[in-house]
């Protein structure tokens, strides 16, 4: 008889939480916490999402998304998660770039930046002073019209070097380009500014786990292989989720599948007002990613000086739509040492990134696509050689990934590694006015993407669904006029 996934799930909760990303995990963290009953469901075999990791024989363990991320993980995690988190947050200190414009190392902070700029780049410290304060200046709800080029345009005219080193890292972070607006550029750059980029010690595994320990201690039902196929919204609000053939009952879900994928997937698009409809439409999806993953054999390290994260380049001008080329002259090599896992065995591993668009590779036949991801690595390897001498003869293991990869596990349309673009947050903070008790968390745009920022949405999105349920479970008042 085939294993029933939901045999510890109740007929009925407060909350469904559809998908065990980092916003689906905290956002059943926040109302676990607040007192609701609730069920978490994912279709994988494991919970985390795009925040994920894999074992290969010999003790390799590669991270999928554990590049960077802002030092605000810190802070979220000690509040939405536990101390045990947060303490685990470290720095990654050799942050370098090589490409034809510059070669440099840097902490990736305020103050090394200003030092970059003003001593390498030969910009004013009162154009880099500016330029810093204006992007901290930036919020969430500021005209949105300025577009990052028109920001960079202002305060560096004709700066392409300066330019690509502004940029290059968020556009890899986020998939950010120089159209989008600029405040989803200032917000997510001087984030990272503030102190620098940090890693989780432990590794991914470890990160997840923990989470996991901590959602079942606060009374969360957690089911894996548990794929969720249609949200019941009939008379306009939520009533049930379909999954693995069974109807859960519940006041309300948090859906941190693509945001596309819920409104004409799981929910239906003749549950939505029209205008509403036509708007979704116009929402476009991010870039995924290829990558290649590459363990050193046992005894074999490589020299911290290489860098933690290296963004490198064979390209002589920066430009986005280069990134999403097939012809590759851009990658982002994750170097990660034995210190990543110290309670692990001592491993040197590599993860070189690379954007990438879902149709290169979707269409291809099955010779073809094996075939492309055999050039992938053979051109990764040669690539890589320049920093890691001699790389073939070093590994233990290689092997490639392809947003046909990132698909197949997340269910993300076009395998999306940041969701949707930035027109996808009004479309998900509106959901709740088309449908009663509908909610989505998850990447959207570009500030709510990343580990922090789908952290941070899954907070928000909690406790408005909070909020919601209490307001149901109100007596109605009644007026005496
Ligand atoms: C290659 C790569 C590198 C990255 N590097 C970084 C980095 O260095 N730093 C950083 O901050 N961010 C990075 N990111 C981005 C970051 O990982 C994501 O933005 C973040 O993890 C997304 O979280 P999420 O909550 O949006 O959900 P996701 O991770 O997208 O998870 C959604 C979950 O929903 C589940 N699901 C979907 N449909 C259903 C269904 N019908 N029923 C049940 N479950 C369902 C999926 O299986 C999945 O587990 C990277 C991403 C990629 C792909």
């Given at each position: 008889?085939?294993?029933?996934?939901?045999?510890?799930?109740?007929?009925?909760?407060?909350?469904?939480?559809?998908?065990?990303?980092?916003?689906?995990?905290?956002?059943?963290?926040?109302?676990?916490?607040?007192?609701?009953?609730?069920?978490?469901?994912?279709?994988?075999?494991?919970l985390?999402?795009?925040?994920?990791?894999?074992?290969?024989p010999?003790?390799?363990?590669?991270?999928?998304?554990?590049h960077?991320?802002?030092?605000g993980?810190?802070?979220?995690?000690?509040r939405?998660?536990?101390?045990?988190?947060?303490?685990?947050?470290?720095?990654?200190?050799?942050?370098?770039?090589?490409?034809?414009?510059?070669s440099l190392?840097?902490?990736?902070?305020?103050?090394?930046?200003?030092?970059l700029?003003?001593?390498?780049f030969?910009?004013?410290?009162?154009?880099?002073?500016a330029f810093?304060?204006?992007?901290?200046?930036m919020?969430?709800?500021?005209?949105?019209?300025?577009?990052?080029?028109?920001?960079?345009?202002?305060f560096?005219?004709g700066r392409e070097?300066?330019i690509?080193?502004?940029?290059?890292?968020?556009?890899?972070?986020?998939?950010?380009?120089?159209?989008?607006?600029?405040?989803?550029?200032?917000?997510v750059f001087?984030?990272?500014m503030?102190?620098?980029?940090?890693t989780?010690e432990?590794?991914?595994?470890?990160f997840?786990?923990?989470?996991e320990?901590?959602?079942?201690?606060?009374?969360?039902?957690?089911c894996?292989?548990?794929?969720?196929?249609?949200?019941?919204?009939?008379g306009?609000r939520?009533?049930?989720?379909?999954?693995n053939?069974?109807?859960?009952?519940?006041?309300?879900v948090?859906s941190n599948?693509?945001?596309n994928?819920?409104i004409?997937?799981?929910?239906?698009?003749e549950?939505?007002?029209?205008?509403?409809?036509?708007?979704?439409?116009?929402?476009?999806?991010?870039?995924?990613?290829?990558?290649?993953y590459?363990?050193l054999k046992?005894?074999?390290?490589?020299?911290?000086?290489?860098?933690?994260?290296l963004?490198?380049?064979?390209?002589?001008?920066?430009?986005?739509?280069?990134?999403?080329?097939?012809?590759?002259?851009s990658?982002?090599?994750?170097?990660?040492?034995?210190?990543?896992?110290?309670?692990?065995?001592?491993?040197?591993?590599?993860?070189?990134?690379?954007?990438?668009?879902?149709?290169?590779?979707?269409?291809?036949?099955?010779?073809?696509?094996e075939?492309?991801k055999?050039?992938?690595i053979?051109?990764?390897?040669?690539?890589?050689?320049?920093?890691v001498?001699?790389?073939?003869?070093?590994?233990?293991?290689?092997?490639?990934?392809?947003?046909?990869?990132?698909?197949h596990?997340?269910?993300?349309?076009?395998?999306?590694?940041?969701?949707?673009?930035?027109?996808?947050?009004?479309?998900?903070?509106?959901?709740?006015?088309?449908?009663?008790?509908?909610?989505?968390?998850?990447?959207v745009g570009?500030?709510?993407s990343?580990?922090?920022?789908?952290?941070?949405?899954?907070?928000?999105?909690?406790n408005?669904?909070?909020?919601?349920?209490m307001?149901?479970?109100k007596?109605?008042?009644?007026?005496?006029?």
């Amino acid at each position: 008889m085939p294993r029933d996934f939901l045999q510890h799930a109740k007929a009925e909760y407060d909350v469904v939480v559809i998908g065990s990303g980092l916003a689906g995990l905290t956002a059943a963290n926040v109302l676990a916490r607040a007192g609701r009953s609730v069920l978490l469901l994912e279709q994988h075999y494991k919970l985390g999402g795009m925040a994920t990791w894999f074992k290969r024989p010999g003790g390799h363990i590669f991270d999928i998304s554990l590049h960077g991320f802002p030092y605000g993980m810190v802070k979220s995690c000690r509040r939405y998660w536990t101390k045990e988190i947060a303490d685990s947050i470290v720095q990654l200190k050799n942050i370098r770039f090589d490409n034809p414009m510059f070669s440099l190392t840097t902490t990736f902070n305020r103050d090394d930046f200003i030092r970059l700029l003003t001593s390498d780049f030969k910009v004013s410290p009162e154009s880099a002073s500016a330029f810093f304060d204006t992007a901290r200046g930036m919020n969430f709800y500021d005209d949105q019209s300025m577009t990052t080029r028109e920001l960079f345009d202002k305060f560096f005219p004709g700066r392409e070097d300066v330019i690509r080193l502004l940029m290059e890292p968020i556009t890899y972070a986020n998939g950010s380009t120089l159209e989008d607006p600029a405040i989803s550029y200032g917000i997510v750059f001087s984030n990272f500014m503030s102190k620098g980029v940090f890693t989780f010690e432990g590794g991914t595994d470890k990160f997840i786990g923990l989470m996991e320990q901590e959602l079942r201690k606060n009374g969360v039902d957690v089911c894996i292989r548990a794929d969720v196929t249609r949200v019941d919204c009939r008379g306009g609000r939520v009533r049930a989720v379909e999954v693995n053939g069974r109807t859960i009952r519940c006041g309300a879900v948090v859906s941190n599948a693509n945001l596309n994928a819920t409104i004409f997937g799981l929910v239906g698009e003749e549950y939505f007002d029209k205008s509403f409809v036509d708007e979704a439409r116009t929402v476009r999806l991010n870039n995924s990613s290829t990558q290649v993953y590459m363990a050193l054999k046992p005894e074999e390290r490589i020299d911290e000086s290489t860098g933690d994260l290296l963004f490198s380049s064979t390209a002589p001008l920066f430009r986005t739509e280069m990134l999403l080329s097939r012809n590759i002259t851009s990658r982002t090599y994750s170097f990660y040492y034995p210190r990543t896992r110290p309670e692990g065995r001592p491993r040197c591993l590599i993860v070189s990134s690379t954007n990438a668009n879902f149709d290169d590779w979707a269409k291809l036949s099955k010779e073809e696509y094996e075939a492309s991801k055999q050039n992938l690595i053979a051109t990764t390897l040669d690539a890589l050689d320049k920093y890691v001498p001699n790389v073939r003869e070093r590994l233990a293991h290689v092997e490639a990934s392809t947003p046909v990869t990132f698909h197949h596990y997340t269910k993300h349309i076009n395998g999306a590694s940041f969701g949707t673009k930035f027109e996808g947050l009004a479309v998900s903070r509106a959901l709740p006015q088309q449908v009663t008790g509908l909610y989505h968390a998850g990447s959207v745009g570009i500030i709510m993407s990343g580990w922090l920022g789908a952290m941070n949405y899954g907070v928000i999105v909690a406790n408005e669904v909070d909020a919601q349920l209490m307001k149901a479970a109100k007596p109605a008042l009644t007026t005496t006029t």
